[in-house]
């Protein structure tokens, strides 16, 4: 399919604690969003690394974190967790810098209790 | 005002009918424009870009009209295998975070045997 994975598939954990969620494509794009996807909405932009730096950054509080290493693969950290973090996390690789069209990988589904 | 908003049904509809779907962005500056198709609990996927032109792939057709920025999504001849939720996508274009993807809330396709 896309070539892009996540994990884990899903998570369960409670308020205050911290999760990693990881992203990696199999085709080398050196740029990678994330979004977060509540219940009933649209995906909503977290934030964008291009090349291992932070390249724009959506409506989302500091505790919202990412990392992108040098194979291009990437983390998102939440620390502290509140129960409207509860949603789906995806991320997506763009075809290439500077283009709009972008594949994503199938989530992760975190559930805060 | 949201920045992208659509219907969000659902549309129940029978097979063989024809169905459309209709999104307004608020952002006169948008450069890109697309339709993704989501299923349920799985990631989305890039349907079709959209351009003033209109574009049509199969019993699918896509249409822009910056003037009144409003974008359209025609379904001919619905299958039970179209039934997801459509999302009507927009960027800023120009690279860099500009082409985060902006999502409206989507739409929700039933299609009746």
């Known amino acids: 399919e896309t070539g892009v994975t996540q994990s884990p598939t899903h998570l369960i954990k409670t308020r205050g604690q911290q999760v990693t969620l990881r992203c990696s494509s199999q085709s080398g794009h050196n740029t990678v969003s994330w979004y977060q996807q509540a219940l009933g909405q649209g995906p909503q932009f977290i934030f964008q690394?291009?090349?291992?730096?932070?390249?724009g950054r959506g409506n989302f509080p500091p505790r919202f974190s990412g990392l992108q290493f040098p194979n291009y693969s990437s983390e998102l950290n939440v620390n502290a967790l509140e129960l409207d973090d509860s949603a789906l996390y995806l991320c997506?690789?763009?075809?290439?810098?500077?283009?709009?069209?972008?594949?994503f990988g199938p989530g992760t589904r975190l559930t805060v209790l | 005002r949201k920045e992208v908003e659509q219907d969000p049904g659902p549309f129940n509809v029978p097979e063989g009918a024809t169905v459309a779907f209709n999104c307004t962005y608020s952002?006169?500056?948008?450069?890109?424009f697309f339709w993704y198709r989501q299923d349920c609990r799985k990631e989305p996927k890039l349907l079709m870009s959209?351009?003033?032109s209109g574009n049509e792939d199969g019993r699918f057709t896509a249409q822009l009209n910056r003037a009144s920025q409003y974008i359209s999504l025609l379904i001919r001849d619905s299958k039970l295998s179209d039934s997801a939720t459509y999302l009507c996508v927009v960027t800023l274009g120009g690279g860099g975070a500009t082409n985060k993807l902006i999502f409206g809330t989507g739409t929700l396709l039933a299609v009746q045997p």
């Open positions: 997506a690789y763009h075809a290439r810098r500077g283009v709009d069209t972008q594949y």
């Open positions: 952002n006169s500056a948008s450069q890109s």
């Open positions: 690394y291009y090349r291992e730096e932070e390249n």
């Open positions: 959209v351009y003033s």
